[in-house]
């Protein structure tokens, strides 16, 4: 999923980075400072959820705007106020959260 969607972005003028799991990308994130981070809760090592806890004790990127895409109806609920699609993930909602932050 994660090649597919970086695909599509970058065929709509996207720069993308990607990271194999939560912790990867908060490696990545100690040089690359992305304008939006979309984030799958379900990932090896360190999911989504303990992603996100990290990033928000980091105050040097904690402001990354977050969109979590997930299958688990309960994760809208655990993660509010961020933004949430539902997998699967259809094209033009995603494309339009990705708008609304560029």
Known sequence: MRESLSGVLREEGYQVHEAFDGLDALETLQTLRPGLILLDV??????????????QRDPAISN?????????????????????????????PLLAAVLRYF
């Open 42 to 55: 379900m990932m090896p090592r360190l999911d989504g959820y303990g992603f996100r806890e990290r990033q």
């Open 64 to 92: 990354i705007p977050v969109v979590a895409l997930t299958a688990q109806r309960e994760a809208v609920r655990r993660l509010r106020p961020m933004e949430v699609l539902l997998k699967p993930i259809e094209l033009e």
